[in-house]
C-alpha cells in the first residue's frame, strides 16, 4: 500500500491540485485512471482531505466532482467518470509541478 503525503503539506495545497497530481501517479504506473480508482489513490496520499468528515476511515467521492469538471474547462484533463481519465500536456507539466512541492516540502518537514 503507498504511504500517505505529510498532512502540513497536502492540507495547504488546493483539492484540484491533489487530483491531478494523484491522475498522474496512475499514469505513471501504467493504470487506467477510471473514477474508482482515482478516489482510491486520493484517499490513499490525502486521507484528511478526500474522507467524511464523520467516517474519516472512508473516502467521500463527492469531493471530486466539482475539481474534476474545473480540471477538463481549465483543458488539464480529459475524460469522465464513466470512462477514465487522462492528463493533457498542460495538465502533465502541473502535476510535475505539484510533484515537486509535495516531495521538496515533506523533506523540509523532516529535517
Not at 491522475?23 to 501504467?30: E, F, T, V
Not at 489513490?41 to 466532482?65: A, G, H, I, Q
Not at 502535476?95 to 515537486?100: F, G, M, T, V
Request: aromatic share 12%; net charge positive; glycine share 2%.
Amino acid at each position: 500500500m503507498e504511504k500517505s503525503f505529510d498532512p502540513k503539506v497536502y492540507e495547504q495545497i488546493g483539492i484540484a491540485d491533489l487530483i491531478l497530481f494523484s491522475i498522474h501517479s496512475l499514469i505513471s504506473k501504467k493504470e487506467d485512471c477510471t473514477f474508482e480508482r482515482l478516489v482510491k489513490e486520493c484517499f490513499t496520499f490525502f486521507p484528511r482531505v478526500f474522507n467524511f468528515s464523520e467516517y474519516p476511515e472512508w473516502p467521500d467521492s463527492r469531493k471530486l466532482d466539482r475539481s474534476l469538471r474545473s480540471l477538463r474547462q481549465e483543458r488539464l484533463i480529459d475524460g469522465d467518470p464513466k470512462t477514465f481519465f487522462s492528463l493533457t500536456k498542460r495538465g502533465e507539466k502541473e502535476a510535475l509541478e505539484i510533484e515537486k512541492r509535495l516531495k521538496q516540502k515533506r523533506l523540509e518537514f523532516t529535517l
